[in-house]
């Protein structure tokens, strides 16, 4: 498993446990839970974002070493 899908799947875990946090933290007024919840959101969303930049230098790399075999 490449560092980009670890990064892919924690990033994934994080958004939906926060978006379990965001909705208890809704229904039962704490306003605390909710700010943890909003915050796990935008770490997992980080987390895919940073997986979709190391792809993208992956391929960038691996576009250039294909390019000077040539």
Same mark, same amino acid.
């Given at each position: 498993? #490449?560092?980009?899908?670890?990064?892919?799947?924690? *990033?994934?875990? $994080?958004?939906?446990? %926060? +978006?379990? @946090?965001?909705? =208890?933290?809704?229904? #039962?007024?704490?306003?605390?839970?909710?700010?943890? *919840?909003?915050? $796990?959101?935008?770490? %997992? +969303?980080? @987390?895919?974002? =940073?997986?979709?930049?190391?792809?993208?230098?992956?391929?960038?790399?691996?576009?250039?070493? $294909?390019?000077?075999?040539?």
């Amino acid at each position: 498993m #490449t560092d980009s899908t670890k990064d892919r799947i924690s *990033g994934t875990v $994080d958004e939906t446990k %926060g +978006k379990a @946090k965001s909705a =208890v933290g809704d229904l #039962t007024g704490d306003d605390q839970t909710k700010a943890e *919840g909003d915050t $796990d959101q935008i770490t %997992g +969303k980080i @987390k895919k974002g =940073v997986a979709d930049v190391k792809d993208m230098a992956n391929d960038f790399v691996k576009k250039l070493t $294909d390019d000077e075999k040539k």
